[in-house]
């Protein structure tokens, strides 16, 4: 017999304050759709696509979509947090 245990791992995105003004500076409706998409994937961490982790800064985590950045910590324990701290757009002084 074979016995396979599946493990959910219950998952939290938070949008702070800072980041949620920033995402609705935003003109671009599309654009703002695919970033709140780009986002929501995030439900899956560790296995998502288009994320790195970040030396000496003081995010953790940023998740690419086209010329946005969207920096982010995760929070490991139970529920696992995900803290959406900036939405940026990339130039010089993104990192």
Request: proline share 4%; aromatic share 12%; glycine share 6%.
């Amino acid at each position: 017999m074979l016995y396979i245990m599946l493990y959910y791992i219950y998952m939290e995105v938070i949008w702070q304050p800072k980041s949620t003004k920033q995402l609705l500076k935003i003109g671009d409706r599309k654009l703002r759709i695919r970033i709140v998409a780009g986002v929501n994937k995030l439900h899956d961490w560790p296995h998502c696509s288009n994320t790195k982790p970040l030396n000496n800064h003081r995010y953790g985590y940023r998740l690419r979509i086209g010329d946005w950045r969207v920096l982010f910590d995760v929070i490991e324990g139970n529920p696992v947090i995900i803290e959406i701290t900036e939405v940026k757009k990339r130039d010089d002084r993104t990192y």
